[in-house]
């Protein structure tokens, strides 16, 4: 059976910080890319940056360039997202989705197989 599991979310004030982790059972990760979401209340799902299989290239929606970083630990199973400078804006459920191998849209919500529960990001003073 498979699993996603994020964690790492929480309150946080504008200008801070919070990483994210999305651990797998039932899967090895490496070998899946993994997409990060993020859907706040009244809007659609987004893509917000993606970690291939391949070379683990990394792929992020233009407005959190240079303020988010996605990477993987194999040793643990695991995939963070690093969030810098947060912004109101970026407040949101966060989730994890993972497909094998290489997907051509990569922050494409249909281009993803299997999906965790979400986690709580709330940015505000």
């Known amino acids: 059976q498979v699993q996603l599991v994020e964690s790492g979310g929480g309150l946080v004030q504008p200008g801070g910080s919070l990483r994210l982790s999305c651990t797998a059972s039932?899967?090895?990760?490496?070998?899946?890319?993994i997409g990060w979401f993020r859907q706040a209340p009244g809007k659609e799902r987004e893509g917000v940056s993606s970690?291939?299989?391949?070379?683990?290239?990394?792929y992020y929606l233009d407005s959190v360039k240079g303020r988010f970083t996605a990477s993987r630990d194999n040793t643990k199973n695991a995939v963070f997202l690093q969030m810098d400078n947060l912004k109101p804006d970026d407040t949101a459920v966060y989730y994890c989705?993972?497909?094998?191998?290489?997907?051509?849209?990569?922050?494409?919500?249909?281009?993803?197989?299997?999906w965790g529960q979400g986690t709580q990001v709330t940015v505000s003073s």
């Open positions: 039932g899967l090895i990760l490496n070998t899946y890319t």
């Open positions: 970690i291939t299989s391949t070379f683990s290239l990394t």
């Open positions: 989705a993972a497909v094998p191998g290489v997907v051509g849209d990569v922050l494409g919500s249909s281009s993803y197989r299997y």
